[in-house]
C-alpha cells in the first residue's frame, strides 16, 4: 500500500490540530494563529495546505464528518453481526473509551455555526445519520417487532445521551454524570417493547 503523500500527511496534521483548537476555543475562536502554535507550523504553511479561511471550514468540516464516520464502523465492527445493545452502551459509555472528547465538542462547535455556513449542514447531518442507523440496526436486531418509530426514538435518546458525555467535558463534569447517562442509554432500551404500541408525533 502507498505512503500517503507529505502533504497528505501534513494536512491531516494541521486538521487534528484544528479539530484541538475549535475543541477548546469554538469556531470564531480557533484563529489561524492558534492552529499554526498547534500544529507547530507557521501561519502561511494553513493557506499553503488548506486554502483560505472559508475552505479551511469546508475541510474541517469534512475531517470531523469523516472521523464521527469511521468511529460508526468501528463500532460496528467491533460489535459484530451479533453484539447486543447492552454490549453496544457499553462501548459508548466506557469510562475510557476510544472516541476523542475534541472531536465531538468540534462537531458540535460546527453544528452551532452551521447557519452561518450552510456548507457544513449535509456531511453534519450524514455523518449523524449513519450514526443513528448503526444504532437502530443493532436495536432491530434484538428487538425485531418494535415499531420503527420506538426504535428510532430510542435510537436518537441514546445518541444524545453519547454525544452528551462529551459535551459536558469543558464542565469537568462530575463521573456520576457519565454512569447516569449511561443509566438513561439502558432504560430507552428497556422500553422498546415489542408489545407496545408505536409512539404517534404530537
Request: charged residues 25%.
Amino acid at each position: 500500500m502507498p505512503r500517503p503523500s507529505m502533504r497528505a500527511q501534513r494536512s491531516q496534521e494541521i486538521l487534528a490540530a484544528y479539530v484541538r483548537c475549535v475543541a477548546r476555543f469554538g469556531l470564531e475562536g480557533a484563529t489561524q494563529e492558534r492552529i499554526a502554535d498547534e500544529a507547530g507550523v507557521k501561519r502561511p504553511l494553513l493557506r499553503h495546505y488548506l486554502g483560505n479561511r472559508e475552505q479551511m471550514i469546508e475541510s474541517l468540516t469534512r475531517y470531523v464528518a469523516d472521523r464521527f464516520t469511521q468511529e460508526t464502523r468501528e463500532l460496528e465492527i467491533a460489535l459484530g453481526a451479533t453484539g447486543a445493545p447492552a454490549d453496544l452502551i457499553d462501548k459508548l459509555f466506557l469510562s475510557a473509551r476510544a472516541s476523542d472528547a475534541d472531536l465531538f465538542l468540534a462537531y458540535q462547535a460546527l453544528v452551532s455555526a452551521a447557519d452561518s455556513h450552510p456548507g457544513m449542514r449535509e456531511p453534519l447531518v450524514e455523518c449523524f445519520e449513519q450514526f443513528l442507523r448503526a444504532v437502530e440496526r443493532i436495536l432491530r436486531r434484538h428487538r425485531p417487532h418494535a415499531s420503527a418509530s420506538r426504535i428510532r426514538a430510542a435510537s436518537h435518546g441514546i445518541a444524545a445521551a453519547y454525544m452528551a458525555v462529551d459535551g459536558f467535558a469543558p464542565l469537568n463534569p462530575p463521573g456520576q454524570w457519565r454512569e447516569d447517562l449511561k443509566a438513561a442509554a439502558v432504560m430507552l432500551i428497556s422500553i422498546v417493547d415489542e408489545d407496545q404500541p408505536a409512539i404517534e408525533a404530537p
